[in-house]
């Protein structure tokens, strides 16, 4: 008896027990549904009521739901309060005709992004700066105009500000002075025509570390930086497409952490010289291009690195001249260098054979004059993109058995001495998605191996050569591929594309037939003139 009342007992406690956990896991749950803040949720509510969201991406925010589970919104593990709000994620855009009132209810919010949502060239509110909170605004891609509110200067614990490709003025950046948190600043696009004194109203910033002012109407940058901690903290500066000009100061060589330099588009001047200045050394990123430019420094003394950081540097589109200086082939971990369009002459060193990490070279538009051999590429087993094209190069050194180490993806050799043979070392080339070959001298046959690798060749240039013999009947191109084979010696009938072309051009050959496949229409191409019998044959 007294077992069986002991087993009644064992049982109706652990029953009591089994429902007590399971009352308070239901209890556990409902809270969870329950996290969100009721006011913060409806102020959520109230934004999506005056947001226009014809692709209806935010379904998930729904009255019956807890809305630290919706997508975009996220809470605090602590606090339950809304943190962060991420509109970026959502792939479509939304459409706003202003930033709804009831948004700065939200006033716990840590992190926000309101970037790609279209606010209908509106103001941003002065309410902005209730949300004292913030470490992380980003504002870009919206669409505001006007004056940048200075309240902005409110937001203390800021650290990323991103107000970048909207229609903004600001007249002065004094409101940035109680922003000492801000470690990242991207204002490109912003007016600051009036802003003649920028530079000393950023720098006082004690942790900023990127700097982006490209598009900013900047008319000056001044010769003298600032005492501040800017020379020891700054690591990425971008002033881009500005009005800059005259030579570069000397205060930028001595920016101590500096790892990014981007100062294309503008309208520098002199000599780009690195003397008495470490700035080489710990560099990733200089990209000089689209400036005034006339020398390069070539004293490889003056470069005292150890080792060098750099993986990109763009000289292009500059007026540079004398010689590409050897110490370029010292920079190991370059993978791309760019100095095309400039006034370089000489050789190419063969020093740049030996960057293995090579990926793009572009020495394109220059007066370089040299024999090309298999020494240039004797390292180069990561190159894809190569530019040799405008100068007077000549390819005649080349092996007929030469098996190039790299895979190339886009070959720009217009111009050089290329022929008279076509160049056999293509055969091993299954990459390949632009060739240009035009006035290479080549007056060979296209062989038929060739066929084999243009299935994916996507521009394809052979024009103002003297290459013979016929093209196969059906011809093997990339879909929407681009050809020129003009001004060659090409007879025998129009071949049949076998993908659709944007454009093709076969005139100033001798073909003989196949015309009804091009103007009857049979064959329609997207070139901008349409074909007639003189431009085909």
């Not at 309240?151 to 203390?156: K, Q, R, S």
């Not at 944007?502 to 496949?517: A, P, T």
Request: contains cysteine; charged residues 15%; proline residues 4%.
């Amino acid at each position: 008896m007294e077992r069986v009342q002991f087993s009644l007992l064992l049982i109706f406690t652990l029953s009591f027990y089994c429902l007590r956990a399971e009352s308070e896991d239901g209890l556990a749950i409902h809270k969870v549904k329950q996290r969100c803040n009721a006011e913060e949720k409806d102020a959520l509510l109230d934004f999506k009521q005056s947001l226009s969201d014809p692709h209806i991406v935010l379904s998930s925010w729904d009255t019956d739901e807890d809305c630290c589970t919706w997508k975009g919104v996220s809470c605090s593990n602590k606090t339950n309060h809304v943190i962060k709000l991420d509109l970026s994620v959502f792939s479509e855009t939304l459409y706003a005709a202003s930033l709804h009132p009831s948004f700065f209810r939200l006033r716990h919010m840590q992190y926000l992004c309101l970037s790609n949502i279209h606010f209908n060239q509106t103001r941003i509110p002065h309410s902005i700066g209730s949300l004292t909170k913030l470490s992380h605004l980003d504002l870009s891609y919206s669409g505001f105009v006007g004056e940048i509110p200075p309240h902005i200067g409110n937001l203390t614990k800021l650290r990323y500000l991103d107000l970048s490709y909207n229609s903004l003025v600001a007249y002065n950046l004094l409101w940035m002075s109680h922003l000492f948190s801000l470690q990242h600043i991207d204002m490109s696009k912003v007016n600051l025509t009036f802003a003649t004194n920028w530079l000393h109203e950023i720098s006082v910033l004690p942790a900023l570390s990127t700097l982006y002012l490209s598009s900013c109407n900047l008319q000056t940058l001044p010769n003298l930086l600032p005492f501040s901690n800017f020379s020891s903290t700054i690591e990425r500066f971008a002033l881009v497409y500005n009005h800059l000009n005259g030579i570069l100061p000397n205060w930028l060589g001595q920016l101590k952490r500096l790892k990014e330099l981007y100062l294309d588009l503008n309208y520098f001047t002199g000599p780009i010289s690195f003397a008495s200045s470490s700035l080489l050394c710990d560099l990733n990123v200089l990209s000089l291009s689209y400036n005034n430019f006339t020398k390069l420094s070539n004293d490889e003394t003056a470069l005292k690195c150890k080792e060098y950081k750099m993986t990109k540097i763009d000289f292009s589109n500059n007026q540079l001249n004398g010689s590409i200086p050897e110490w370029f082939g010292n920079m190991r971990n370059l993978t791309d260098l760019f100095l095309g369009n400039n006034q370089f002459d000489g050789l190419i060193p063969h020093s740049l054979g030996q960057l293995t990490n090579l990926a793009t070279l572009d020495l394109g538009s220059n007066n370089l004059h040299d024999n090309i051999s298999e020494f240039h590429f004797a390292s180069l087993s990561q190159l894809r993109y190569l530019d040799l094209s405008h100068n007077k190069l000549s390819f005649s050194m080349i092996s007929l058995n030469w098996t190039p180490v790299f895979q190339i993806y886009q070959l720009h050799l217009s111009s050089c001495l290329v022929g008279p043979q076509f160049p056999l070392w293509l055969q091993n080339q299954k990459l390949i998605s632009l060739l240009d070959l035009s006035n290479c001298g080549i007056s060979d046959i296209i062989p038929s191996w060739f066929w084999n690798i243009s299935s994916q060749i996507k521009y394809l240039n052979m024009s103002q050569n003297a290459i013979r013999g016929e093209l196969p009947i059906s011809m093997n191109i990339a879909l929407e591929a681009n050809i020129d084979l003009r001004s060659n010696l090409l007879e025998g009938r129009l071949p049949r594309l076998k993908n659709f072309v944007r454009c093709v051009s076969f005139s100033n050959n001798k073909f003989s037939s196949g015309i009804e496949l091009y103007v009857n229409g049979n064959m329609s191409v997207g070139c901008a003139r349409p074909f007639s019998k003189s431009s085909l044959m």
